[in-house]
């Protein structure tokens, strides 16, 4: 009976109120809180956005290395996919095997330089799957930070709210119900906030590290593979 009571009390607490005209550390909170949903939602549409870029133009980038039989045609077209990590690593490897057929030209092409020559586009391949995988990261972990933390403040603003509220009763010297529920009211305003945050948050997060990490598995299989094709065309 008390707690059904209690919630009609809370209904009637002005959230505005509490963002605009309160004080103190419970509207510190609040503030901060806001602004890490906000800055969350933001980062959640943009790494939609990217990562989706990146899986679409993949597998568009997958068919077209697949139906061609030149690599310089390839290139060209991996040109025009700036946001497919593989599109990336097929560049970067196409580079270096110019670099390294270059440098065979009028050579022996002794054994030992053909590894040297292989050995490189396998490390450039490397560095282009790692610079690719932090871009698909990028940003991650403002969500995963967001997610963990933000309850965490919101206690802290909560239990900050609720002992000024105590506080406040005992200078006036009475306890009812009606004087109860408004400052501890506005004090669990702010865990709701810190909730509201941090749930989409962390759900995100999961959400984006499972598919950043299947673009990792895409990258490893492809650039088995295109070693693979090198070492029988080229090597």
């Known amino acids: 009976m008390l707690l059904l009571s209690f919630v009609p009390l809370l209904a009637e607490i002005d959230v505005l109120h509490l963002m605009f005209g309160g ?84 050579e022996t092409g002794a054994m030992h330089e053909k590894m040297d020559g292989m050995e490189n586009i396998e490390r450039a391949l490397a560095r282009a799957k790692v610079s690719e995988t932090t871009k698909l990261e990028n940003l991650l972990p403002f969500l995963a930070t967001v997610g963990s933390a933000a309850p965490f403040v919101g206690l802290f603003g909560t239990v900050w709210g609720i002992m000024e509220a105590f506080t406040k009763i005992a200078e006036e010297g009475k306890a009812d119900l009606a004087t109860v529920a408004g400052p501890i009211g506005e004090a669990l305003i702010a865990t709701a906030i810190a909730l509201a945050a941090a749930i989409p948050a962390i759900v995100a997060y999961n959400y984006f590290n499972r598919r950043v990490k299947v673009l990792g598995s895409e990258m490893t299989t492809f650039g088995s593979d295109y070693l693979n094709i090198l070492k029988r065309h080229f090597f």
Do not use: C, H, N
């Open 23 to 106: 004080s103190g550390a419970v509207v510190v909170v609040a503030y901060i809180l806001t602004a890490s949903s906000l800055l969350s939602l933001f980062v959640i549409f943009y790494k939609l956005v990217a990562i989706s870029q990146a899986q679409s133009q993949s597998v568009t980038f997958l068919d077209r290395f697949w139906e061609s039989k030149r690599l310089d045609e390839i290139f060209r077209q991996a040109e025009a996919l700036k946001y497919s990590p593989l599109a990336a690593m097929f560049r970067a490897g196409y580079i270096e095997l110019s670099k390294v057929k270059k440098g065979q030209q009028g």
